[in-house]
């Protein structure tokens, strides 16, 4: 059986009319729209401005040290290349709740409180504690979106998953044993096919997928500079390690999803 016949049916359209009249909606659109132009700038670009702490093959990951209040909310810039999938097919993954227990380490429950559309989720995610620091919890929307080619921008089309957080006053933070923790998450994906030669049929060797990984996250509350720094560089390159290998061993022996 095909898991992702499961998915999200987000199919080709950008934007489905199912949000326009959702609350959130002009807030999801903007945050999705800017965090887009953000992961397109390059890195090598901006010079001075990330600082390399993590590389390992094809992928390299930068932060760059802010703080606010004496929290820790380095921001984090990851670029990584994998063969065999698409950015649909790695979107899905990273997009779909069905999946998510099986590549996230930081997480104990993830939640599903609202389908506000097909390609819309707001979540309550309760990860898991690190000593001696209090629990964390999250709440936040997950929008899945594809950005048709456009003739202005360099490289093929986009599919693109934003997180972010928000505030719902029925769900206030800090009430119970969780502090809550506050991300700004975006998954940019771009496939590059090589055209097989004779017109033959493109098989998974033809595809590659660049893959840029942005991420702030406030902790919400104090948390000890040195450990969440730590923790930071740790997890972090094994995450993007785990999820993209979780997405090619998935994706193997099924059809392509384009
Ligand atoms: O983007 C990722 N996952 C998405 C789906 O879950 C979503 C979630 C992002 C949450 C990021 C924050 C995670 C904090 C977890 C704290 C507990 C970790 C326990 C680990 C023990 C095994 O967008 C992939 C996310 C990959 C996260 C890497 C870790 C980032 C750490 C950043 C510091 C967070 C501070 C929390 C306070 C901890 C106190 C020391």
């Known amino acids: ?15 489905s009319s199912a949000h326009h009249g959702h609350h959130m909606w002009p807030e999801i659109e903007r945050v ?32 760059r040290e802010e703080e606010v209040n004496g929290m820790v909310i380095d921001p984090l810039k990851a670029c990584h290349v994998v063969k065999g999938v698409t950015g649909h097919e790695v979107c899905e993954y990273f997009f779909n709740p069905q999946y998510r227990l099986e590549w996230e380490a930081t997480v104990e429950t993830t939640t ?13 995610q309760v990860h898991k504690r690190i000593w001696p ?36 006053p029925d769900l206030p933070a800090n009430t119970g044993k969780c502090v809550r923790l506050y991300l700004t998450v975006c998954l940019m994906c771009q496939t590059f096919v090589d055209p097989p030669k004779d017109g033959a ?20 509350g104090w948390a000890p500079p040195a450990v969440l720094r730590a923790v930071y560089k740790r ?23 384009f």
Not at 1 to 14: F, P, R
Not at 32 to 54: C, K, N, P
Not at 201 to 208: A, F, G, M, Y
């Open 112 to 124: 599903v409180l609202e389908k506000i559309a097909d390609d819309t989720l707001l979540f309550l």
């Open 1 to 15: 059986h095909s898991v992702l016949a499961a998915g999200t049916g987000t199919g080709n359209n950008s934007i």
């Open 235 to 257: 997890e972090y390159p094994k995450f993007l390690k785990r999820f993209t290998n979780y997405v090619i061993d998935q994706c193997q022996d099924k059809p392509i999803l």
């Open 32 to 63: 999705t729209m800017e965090q887009i132009h953000y992961a397109r700038l390059s890195v090598e670009d901006s010079v001075g401005v990330w600082q390399l702490f993590a590389e390992e093959g094809e992928m390299k990951m930068y932060r």
């Open 133 to 168: 620091a209090s629990q964390r919890d999250a709440l936040f929307w997950s929008h899945m979106r594809h950005v048709p080619d456009d003739k202005d921008q360099d490289g093929p089309d986009i599919w693109v998953v934003c997180n972010n957080s928000v505030d719902i």
């Open 201 to 220: 049929k493109v098989t998974r060797n033809d595809l590659t997928c660049k893959i840029t990984y942005c991420s702030v996250v406030n902790p919400g």
